[in-house]
């Protein structure tokens, strides 16, 4: 069974830090492509970073990019975000989320895939 519990949210200055991480109770997180998505206050969840599960690849938006840094530690079991430059706008709720399918390669997450519940993160400016 697939748990995916993120942790690392919190209040911060709008130009400060944070890191986020992402682990699996079961353990299988190192086989699989994973990624951060985030929901702020009254808009849809939208992409924020994807690694594959090799960690040799990762992809970003492009409100995001230059700023946050997505990782893993597969020996952890562990996907991190490192956000910097935080802003006001990045203020919403982030998941952690890792694809279904063991060793698969694409960044498309959809609902069948296993997210966790989520950390809030508030910027203020």
């Known amino acids: 069974q697939v748990q995916l519990v993120e942790s690392g949210g919190g209040l911060v200055q709008a130009g400060g830090s944070l890191t986020l991480s992402c682990t699996d109770s079961g353990r299988t997180l190192s086989k699989r492509t994973a990624g951060w998505f985030r929901q702020a206050p009254g808009k849809e969840r939208e992409f924020v970073a994807g690694?594959?599960?090799?960690?040799?690849?990762?992809y970003y938006a492009d409100s995001v990019k230059g700023r946050f840094t997505i990782s893993r530690d597969n020996a952890k079991n562990t996907v991190y975000l490192q956000m910097n430059s935080l802003e006001p706008e990045d203020t919403a709720v982030y998941y952690c989320?890792?694809?279904?399918?063991?060793?698969?390669?694409?960044?498309?997450?959809?609902?069948?895939?296993?997210w966790g519940k989520g950390t809030l993160v508030t910027v203020s400016s």
């Open positions: 690694i594959r599960w090799s960690g040799g690849s990762t």
């Open positions: 989320t890792a694809r279904k399918s063991l060793y698969g390669s694409t960044y498309y997450f959809s609902e069948e895939d296993y």
